[in-house]
């Protein structure tokens, strides 16, 4: 029961100050930055005292203490002991904030000290006034400004306004205060806190609605750019979005695979769209995971035809032996769904090497793509390779050296070209030797 009771009044109290909308999960980052921003106004408040107000009231003690007013008026002199304390205790709060090395429990510490040396502070100044000029209403303003300033947990700061009080009204008693404006003070202050509480209950609304926003909209760009990088390379993704008018680039040595499968019309024809659709997607996943496995950047898919390349957005020494790779297990992939699944899978594949040209294309929808001469080749490598078959130009094949096994073509007339020399990638010279195992190989000096 009484558990109960507490769950309600803490629920209460979220509604009542606007916690409640904030997530449980961000609850602590935002108790976290509530101490953050309380410390740093603390330090701020502490720095300014002992800057500007300090010099100030030295000067005030001077001019009293040589007019004689300290033999008139004893309290004179007791606020000058004050002020030593209150000193002191400034300069702690300013090396707590140093010598603290965790800074989570330092902003604790120092948003504390702070919440409670600020009321203090007031309650000394509302001393000052009263001895002076018989005013101590000043401590109203220091209540709201602790209010206002230090977003900290109620139920503990609740207990600040009344010791704070307590302090204030020990000291007009020091200092010989006549009961009469003893009691105006204490039924002012204690007004005065009950309206600190209300305007309390209105900034922690107003800075949690404030943060629960700001959770919203990093949530929201943390999804953009998880989007952007879904679309772009990331390092592209992060180029663009601090300089967008750099979208071309020149890459001298580029590695391009294009592959697709032979006979895709007429399994469209076979299958149901939905089995049809699962079937590429689950295809093109694979072929994704293989691509950064191998360290080989997706271009892009169109139907049932998937471009990759290595050498960009960065360059890639080995762009060649990766993207060999890549097709090689491209076409396991394939021959494998043809096995276990008994579908007519099967996958032609073009590689060729060269300089191309990246950049990003479009203003609302953007596109990664890569254009030349190299891009063009590969196409029409693909395009006239044989079913289960990696066709190969011979700059690809003079670029993987003895690593790899090959089948000699027949000189083919592609559009735009004369006779050219082409390939079969048969499969790897070394092939019980892992794939990193011969990178490391291939990198080491002989």
Known sequence: MATNV???????????????????ESRQEFATQAYRVSAERGLRAAWAVFVLGLPLFLLIDFATWKSGQWDVQPAH?????????LTGLL???????????????????FAWSSAIAFPLFGAWFAIVCQTLITDASIYALFLIGTAVLFPLPLLRKLLIYPATLLVLLAGLTWTSADPVSMYHVTVNATCVGIGAIVVEAVAMRTYAADFAKSIEIELERRRADTLLRNVLPATVAER???????????????????????????????????????LLDQLFHEF????????????????DSYMAACGVPAAQPDHALRTAQLALRIQAIAGRF????GLPVRVRVGLHTGPAIAGVIGRKKFCYDLWGDTINFAAQLQASSAPD??????????????????????????????????????????????????????ETPA
């Not at 043809?338 to 699944?341: I, P, T, V, W, Y």
């Open 77 to 85: 002199e007791r606020i000058f002991w004050w002020r030593v304390a």
């Open 240 to 278: 663009l979005k601090r300089d967008p008018t750099t979208r071309v680039e020149h890459h001298p040595a580029v590695s391009v695979l294009f592959a697709d499968f032979v006979g895709f019309g007429k399994l469209t024809q076979d299958l149901p769209p939905e089995q049809m659709i699962a």
């Open 389 to 442: 078959r990696i066709h190969v130009s011979e700059a690809m094949r003079s670029a993987l050296g003895d690593e790899f096994r090959f089948a000699a073509r027949e000189p083919i007339a592609l559009k735009g070209r004369a006779q050219v020399s082409t390939y079969d990638l048969i499969g790897r010279t070394i092939e019980g030797e892992p794939f990193n195992d011969r990178l490391a190989r291939m």
């Open 91 to 109: 300069v702690t709060l300013l090396v707590l904030g140093r010598l603290i090395p965790d800074e989570r429990k330092c902003d604790r510490v």
């Open 6 to 24: 507490i769950e309600a009044f803490v629920r209460m109290i979220g509604q009542i100050f606007g916690v409640d909308r904030i997530g449980e």
């Open 338 to 341: 043809k096995s276990d699944r």
């Open 288 to 303: 994704d995971e293989a691509a950064d496995r191998f360290g080989v950047e997706k271009i892009k898919t169109l139907g």
